[in-house]
């Protein structure tokens, strides 16, 4: 806390400073890359927020790393957690995720629940937090998108575009109010070694796997980007030059995207 404003420390709301004393919530940190940024941004000196609908796996992480647990559904717990770190939010990271795969006949519950959790719940924390920080003309919000949210995932229709959701929200975020204040980070890994890979099934073990990553390397990424202030966090780099050719060449693109939805097809007997 800020002994003069009574605010978070707004070290953690500038490019380049660090996080020494910035209030820091973590949603979806129970386990996988939410639990590696909760870890992480306690190393870097945070007062750590960690936020998940399990409320066991929650409190063993917090408990880990000498932070708070504020269960519940991401979409609800602003107040809760702005509380718990005596009443000033600097960093939110909207972590929390469903990987909703299906294709373009999956159930309506289905694509209702990845766009509430994927997009709605970065909409709702935004209008919690964005009063505060365009008055005191400092914030940062971090949306951890996925590599679908520049390309997309075979085998995922509702997960690749409610990221693309993501992913969009963050950019106008960004480009809306960054002469406020306002930081804005859209993580975009590929294949992360968590359950959420796992349940990807064949379609992650053909695309994902191959080079998959390590949480802790994705937090990395994430440390780096803020020092830089930097939108685009790409643990991934080669994520870059896919997301180059997309643009460029958006038929030769769908082309090779629709080579590796056959090899998927066949792969796994749906032919």
């Not at 380049?16 to 979806?28: H, I, N, S």
């Not at 990987?99 to 373009?104: E, L, N, R, T, V």
């Not at 997309?152 to 960004?174: C, D, N, Q, R």
Request: proline residues 4%; hydrophobic residues 45%.
């Amino acid at each position: 806390m800020d002994a003069d404003t009574g605010t978070g420390a707004d070290t953690g709301t500038r490019a380049g400073a660090d996080l020494r004393g910035a209030g820091v919530v973590v949603t979806g940190a129970g386990g996988g890359i939410g639990a590696a940024l909760a870890r992480r941004f306690a190393a870097e000196g945070a007062r750590v927020v960690v936020n998940d609908l399990d409320a066991e796996r929650a409190e063993a992480v917090a408990a880990g790393i000498g932070a708070v647990a504020v269960p519940g559904d991401a979409s609800a717990v602003v107040d809760e957690a702005r509380e718990a770190l005596g009443g000033t939010v600097d960093v939110w990271c909207a972590n929390a995720g469903l990987s909703s795969p299906g294709d373009a006949f999956a159930d309506e519950d289905v694509w209702a629940a990845a766009w509430d959790v994927n997009v709605m719940a970065h909409v709702r924390a935004a209008r919690a937090l964005l009063p505060e920080w365009l008055e005191r003309g400092g914030g940062r919000f971090v949306s951890t998108v996925s590599a679908a949210g520049l390309l997309t995932m075979i085998g995922a229709a509702p997960y690749s575009v409610s990221k693309h959701g993501a992913y969009a929200f963050a950019e106008w975020l960004s480009l809306t109010y960054r002469h406020r204040g306002l930081s804005v980070h859209a993580i975009c890994p590929q294949g992360v070694r968590t359950d959420m890979l796992t349940a990807a099934g064949s379609a992650g073990e053909l695309v994902l796997a191959p080079t998959a990553i390590e949480p802790e390397d994705v937090a990395d990424a994430l440390i780096d980007a803020i020092g830089a202030d930097r939108f685009l966090v790409l643990p991934h780099p080669e994520v870059a030059g896919y997301y180059r050719n997309r643009a460029a060449d958006p038929e030769r693109w769908l082309g090779t995207m629709n080579h590796v939805q056959r090899t998927w097809e066949t792969g796994a007997g749906r032919s």
